[in-house]
């Protein structure tokens, strides 16, 4: 058992000393790195040269052996420092040096294909459609329901179909900072809807609603587009509980200070990681207790009354949130 114990020393104290060792070889090529979240090495990017360390570097294999690095000013990516180090101008002593401490992952290149979104063709605006259809009293009473009124359905675009796939769906456009669709999420406005959502297929790595974001002021993220058509400032709809990558490089690398993530309960990880994560970066974060209800049941007036009482968020207070999961 003394040997066994010995061999489990002798190899953890081996991984770590690899580790510094392979951290000393990166600070020689890229600077002096700065320790970040979940021991993390942050890196002045060779690719954008931002002012600020914003290359992240995880210096600890993950599951498939890869060791990923991300910039969140320019977007660049990978899994293996010795990609990394090649494409910084690392010498090949180096480079052989470092293969002694990791993998040297072989990278395939996939064209990207772009999909152009368009609103579906049936899609007909309630603000602007002539008709009054049966079908269109239903969609407006829905939305009155939702307490969403008129001046909403213009400020957001807000549609409807009465044909085609999104038959009796409400349609809920959203917009990139230059105007153009970049999303729309598709809602049943029937009683016993057979499906809820319907949503196109592409990607949601967007921001959503950016054309009305302010980046000066304080952001609030929620959930989805009702939620942030009911909290009205500043609000930025996940699609989901999930923050995708090209939101969360806006957010990192923007001058807005005060973030508030109001997300569901049964989402209260994701909210945590997220938490973390952007006060890492020197954010000031605020962790919106809804009290089982989301912005759009609460309403405009109750919501922004909660986020009057709402406190920076500490990292005792984030440690405490984690524990009592």
Not at 190 to 195: G, L, P, S
Not at 269 to 294: I, N, P, R, S, T
Request: glycine share 4%; hydrophobic share 35%; proline share 3%.
């Amino acid at each position: 058992m003394k040997i066994l114990w010995k061999l489990k020393y002798i190899n953890v104290y081996y991984i770590v000393m690899v580790n510094q060792l392979l951290v000393t070889l990166v600070n020689s090529v890229l600077g002096t790195g700065k320790q970040t979240a979940r021991g993390n090495m942050a890196y002045t990017c060779p690719h954008c040269n931002h002012h600020k360390p914003k290359l992240e570097i995880n210096f600890t294999e993950n599951k498939e052996g890869h060791n990923p690095w991300h910039c969140w000013v320019c977007d660049k990516k990978g899994k293996s420092i010795l990609h990394l180090l090649r494409k910084a101008g690392a010498s090949q002593d180096k480079i052989t040096e470092a293969k002694t401490y990791v993998k040297d992952v072989t990278y395939t290149t996939k064209e990207k294909v772009v999909n152009v979104l368009k609103l579906p063709s049936e899609y007909m605006r309630l603000d602007q459609s002539d008709n009054n259809s049966i079908i269109k009293r239903h969609a407006l009473a829905y939305l009155k329901r939702r307490d969403i009124s008129m001046t909403d359905i213009s400020k957001y675009n807000i549609g409807y179909c009465e044909e085609g796939l999104y038959k009796n769906m409400i349609i809920l456009p959203t917009y990139d900072k230059d105007g153009s669709i970049n999303y729309y999420t598709a809602r049943s406005f029937e009683k016993d809807a057979f499906v809820k959502y319907r949503n196109p297929q592409v990607s949601r790595d967007i921001i959503p609603n950016e054309h009305f974001i302010n980046w000066n002021l304080p952001i609030i993220l929620c959930e989805g587009l009702f939620d942030a058509m009911a909290i009205k400032r500043n609000a930025i709809p996940l699609l989901g509980k999930n923050i995708q990558s090209n939101l969360m490089k806006k957010i990192v690398t923007s001058v807005v200070d005060k973030i508030y993530i109001a997300l569901d309960r049964d989402a209260i990880k994701q909210a945590l990681k997220f938490c973390e994560k952007l006060m890492a970066e020197g954010k000031e974060v605020y962790l919106v207790d809804l009290q089982d209800k989301d912005p759009s049941e609460m309403g405009f007036k109750n919501f922004t009354k909660l986020i009057q009482k709402t406190v920076p968020l500490t990292y005792y207070n984030l440690m405490e949130q984690k524990l009592s999961i």
